[in-house]
């Protein structure tokens, strides 16, 4: 199966940081699926490193309020276009993240707070039907053929 995956989580230097987060966890899925390493931040334009961005009332804005909705957005169309482009079923997306967090992201306020709710690109690969995971819940993952 061809699994579009975080770039971050196999260890490529694309996060806010400029630093990678490598889940070995991820990585060993390579022995039984294809994956395909995508950072929609970068895609969308953004630099690395840059400013953290938290999403709040559908904009996704830094600490000082510069409002990235826009690049997010762009990273978002061009992530899904890849996913189709090699016919990816699955995601494996960072956790939180206002692009690739799924099901839970951070408040906005950058308070460290989480609530419900999906990254810009977490969002638009749902709707295109396919099934997210996070580094979290990758498990559930490896018990699939």
């Given amino acids: 199966m061809n699994i579009l995956v975080s770039a971050c989580l196999l260890g490529v230097r694309c996060r806010y940081s400029g630093d990678g ?58 992530a899904a276009r890849l996913a189709e482009f090699f016919g990816c079923e699955a995601a494996i997306m960072k956790s939180r993240s206002p692009s690739c967090g799924c099901g839970k992201i951070y408040d906005g306020a950058f308070g460290g707070r989480l609530v419900p709710g999906n990254g810009r690109t977490a969002a638009l690969l749902l709707e295109k039907g396919l099934k997210i995971y996070t580094e979290e819940d990758v498990a559930a993952l490896r018990k699939n053929p």
């Fill in 21 to 78: 987060c490598e889940n070995t966890a991820v990585a060993a899925l390579r022995e039984k699926h294809h994956l395909i390493p995508v950072c929609p931040e970068q895609l969308g334009g953004m630099p690395t490193p840059r400013a953290p961005a938290e999403l709040k009332d559908g904009r996704v804005r830094d600490r000082e309020g510069h409002d990235f909705t826009e690049q997010f957005d762009c990273g978002a169309r061009e």
